[in-house]
C-alpha cells in the first residue's frame, strides 16, 4: 500500500517512496528478466514509482498488490524498451544501407549537397517537410499525410510544387 505518512525529520509532507525495497527488488528482476540491460534498470524502476505516483495523484486507489501491480508494469517497459529498441535498429540499418549505395565522388557531391541543402532552405516549410518526409525519410504519400494530419491530395500538391523548385534551383545553379 501506497504511505503517505511524511519522511522522518522533514516537516514538508514529502511521501515516502511508494515502492518498499522488497517490491523494488522485484521490479529490478523482472526488468532484468525481461531483458532490460543493467544500466537502464534504475530508470525502470524510476518510471514504476513515477506510474504509481501518477495513479494516485489522478484520484484513482491505489492498486491491491502494489507488488504485483508493479510488476506487471515493469513487464510492460520491459516490453516497451524491447519496441524502441528494434525501432532503432531498423533505423540504423536503413542509414547504414543509405551509406553504402554507390555515390558521386569528390567535388560533385559536395557541390550537389551544398546545393540541395541551400534549395531546402529556401522552400516554404510546408513543401520542406513533405519533401523530407518523402525523400528522405522515405514515406509514402499516404503515409505523410496520416503523420501531418492532412489529405493526400495536400501532400501531393506540395510535393509537386517542392520538387519543381528544387529542381528549378539545381538546373538555375547548374548542379544538375
Not at 78 to 85: G, K, L, N, S
Not at 140 to 145: E, K, L
Amino acid at each position: 500500500m501506497l504511505r503517505g505518512k511524511a519522511r522522518r525529520g522533514q516537516g514538508d509532507g514529502v511521501l515516502d517512496d511508494p515502492l518498499d525495497a522488497a517490491q523494488e527488488r522485484r521490479v529490478r528482476a523482472v526488468l532484468a528478466l525481461g531483458g532490460v540491460p543493467q544500466a537502464d534498470l534504475p530508470d525502470g524502476v524510476q518510471q514504476v514509482r513515477l506510474r504509481l505516483l501518477e495513479r494516485t495523484a489522478s484520484g484513482r486507489e491505489a492498486p491491491r498488490d502494489v507488488s504485483a501491480w508493479a510488476a506487471v508494469v515493469a513487464s510492460n517497459l520491459a516490453m516497451d524498451w524491447h519496441r524502441a529498441r528494434r525501432r532503432q535498429d531498423r533505423i540504423g540499418e536503413r542509414l547504414a544501407a543509405l551509406r553504402q549505395m554507390e555515390h558521386p565522388s569528390g567535388e560533385d557531391t559536395s557541390l550537389l549537397s551544398l546545393a540541395v541543402a541551400q534549395g531546402l532552405d529556401e522552400l516554404p516549410d510546408a513543401q520542406r517537410q513533405v519533401l523530407v518526409l518523402r525523400f528522405y525519410a522515405d514515406l509514402p504519400v499516404r503515409g505523410i499525410a496520416e503523420e501531418l494530419g492532412i489529405p493526400e491530395g495536400t501532400v501531393k500538391s506540395r510535393l509537386h510544387t517542392a520538387v519543381r523548385a528544387m529542381r528549378a534551383r539545381l538546373h538555375e545553379d547548374e548542379v544538375v
